[in-house]
């Protein structure tokens, strides 16, 4: 049983920064990609940002300038650097693993972190 442990969510004020981090534990997996995605209230859970075991990375054009998606392959940890934090960046932010290998085409999902930015 694989779980995903997200951490680093909280409440800041617009233009203040954040840092998530994910890491699984329980069996160890092969990873094809690692991503989050956020959910605002009333809206659909969307990308913000992904990274594939290559190292290429993707975001949410919403974000892209001010996020910043890493790994640490060893350690199967993703992290999410978030600068200039905006209000509409307020959301339930949920890790995203995709399996490879014997782990093809499963996915796991963290419980999630909230993020609150407000002045």
């Known amino acids: 049983q694989v779980q995903l442990v997200e951490s680093g969510g909280g409440s800041v004020q617009p233009g203040e920064s954040l840092r998530l981090s994910c890491a699984p534990s329980?069996?160890?997996?092969?990873?094809?990609?690692m991503g989050w995605y956020r959910q605002a209230p009333g809206q659909q859970r969307e990308l913000v940002a992904d990274?594939?075991?290559?190292?290429?990375?993707n975001y949410a054009d919403s974000v892209k300038g001010r996020f910043t998606i890493a790994r640490d392959s060893g350690a199967n940890t993703v992290y999410l650097q978030m600068n200039s934090l905006k209000p509409e960046d307020t959301a339930v932010y949920y890790c995203?693993?995709?399996?490879?290998?014997?782990?093809?085409?499963?996915?796991?999902w963290g419980k999630g972190t909230l993020v609150t930015v407000s002045s």
């Open positions: 990274i594939n075991n290559g190292g290429s990375t």
């Open positions: 329980g069996m160890p997996f092969s990873i094809k990609s």
């Open positions: 995203n693993y995709a399996g490879a290998g014997a782990w093809a085409g499963l996915e796991y």
